[in-house]
């Protein structure tokens, strides 16, 4: 039975139409609701929950935007959003400071060694040869080292009590350069009388031994602090206290001093002469300085004298001493009476260890029983008054240390308490103004003390100091 063929429904002009319209009203619906939900997106800034723009007459927009709290807060819409915080800052580095003193065998390297290089120390050592070489850094010295974030940062050396070497690491390698030690300087008056000694009458005036050294060393040509000192001696000076970190540190110039001996009155004032080095003068600007000191050693006793006719204590027989002996402790040091050239250091039977100075055409000194010598003295070398140039021993003929000091004029041995000594130069007569202006308030300050102590005898009171 054959079928009859299908009715194509799309030939049918009416129905094609139909469905056309429809198509097209579908396809304007989606897109209506297409466009509506990309209005209504968080993006576009369209949600409910954000209001309305409103525009300013000077042509911004202004936002009014709901907080999390549910308040609205407004910004310019010209204006950037707010800026994030800051990142947190790096942490400080961390610094150290190490301070101690170089121990016996103790170099750069061991040192440094822990935050430089060999090749850093090599470099650093060629840089400091000029300012300070590392070589000659000594025993007992302070130093520091200050590291950041165990980084070498700096390295200073105390020189000596008056400079220090400052290192500091740079980007670049070093800078090296040397630096006055800063100090806090007070200027005192220290006065103080003599019961047994100079150095047990500074300690009862509440002041250190070494400002009895120092005392000791000014009015040396013109006191024998060893036989001339008597009880009831006095002392006073200007002198300036040096502390670092409010600890005292030791003392600094002693402007002026004085030391009355027997009755008779010395005074010293330190003063600069034309070439900027200063010495001690009188009032009258007469050095105290003299060409021979009246001793080799300080605050040490006489055992025997010079004599022609001495029992010799080790061969015990008489025979001439033409010397003085000084007993002191074992290591002394015992310096130069005056300037010269060394022409004998020797080793004799007798005399043990001992040098001979040729002072001028006329005077000699010798010195002898030394332990050891100082460094530099050896045959033909220039000594300058007051340089050690050895130590108390009891080499050769010697029942204990001291040493057997004696002075040749003219070849022949001389009684050293006996050789007059003349002054070095006075104050010039172009500097002789300038002199006086200096001290003048001096003399006025350690005169002072004389009306102080009148008083306080008067009132029956004690000066402390």
Known sequence: ???????????????????????????????????????????????????????????????????????????????????????????????????????????????????????????????????????RMRVGRPYAITTEDKALRRFEYEIDNEEKLVIDRTDDGFDVRVEDIPYDVKTCVVDGAIESSLYGAVQ???????????????FAWDVDFIRDIREGDSFRAIVEKRYREGEFTGYGRIEAAEFVNRGDRFR??????????????????????????????????????????????????????QGIDYAAPRGTPIKA??????????????????????????????????????????????VKQGQVIGYVGATGYATGPHLDFRIKKNGAYVNPRHVKSPPANPVSEALMAQFQETITPLAAKLDSLDTLHAAAEDAGDVVVN
């Open 268 to 321: 010293g004032y330190l003063f600069a002469d034309k070439n900027g080095v200063e010495h001690y003068y009188d009032e009258t600007g007469k050095s105290l300085r003299k060409a021979f000191l009246k001793a080799p050693l300080s605050f040490t006793r006489i055992s025997s004298g010079y004599s022609m006719s001495r029992l010799h204590p080790i061969l015990k027989i008489r025979r001439p001493h």
């Open 337 to 382: 009476i005056g300037d010269g050239v060394i022409i004998k250091r020797a080793r004799g039977k007798g005399a043990g260890n001992y040098i001979k100075i040729r002072h001028n055409s006329v005077y000699e000194s010798v010195y002898m029983h030394m332990s050891r010598y100082a460094k530099g003295t050896r045959r033909g070398s220039r």
């Open 1 to 135: 039975m054959r079928r009859k063929p299908r009715k194509n429904i799309f030939a049918d002009p009416t129905r094609v139409r139909k469905k056309r319209i429809f198509a097209a009203a579908f396809l304007a619906v989606a897109a209506c609701f297409v466009l509506v939900t990309v209005a209504l997106s968080p993006q576009s800034g369209g949600s409910p929950e954000r209001a309305a723009q409103t525009a300013h007459t000077d042509g911004s927009t202004e936002t009014a935007e709901t907080t999390a709290g549910g308040c609205s807060a407004k910004h310019d819409a010209a204006t950037p959003p707010p800026v994030a915080d800051a990142p947190a800052p790096d942490p400080a580095p961390v610094c150290e400071v190490i301070k101690a003193t170089v121990k016996s065998g103790q170099t750069a390297t061991a040192l440094l060694g822990d935050w430089l290089s060999p090749l850093d120390i090599h470099n650093l050592s060629a840089l400091c040869d000029k300012a300070f070489p590392l070589s």
């Open 204 to 218: 009862n005036a509440g002041e250190h031994p070494a400002l009895a050294v120092r005392l000791a060393d000014i």
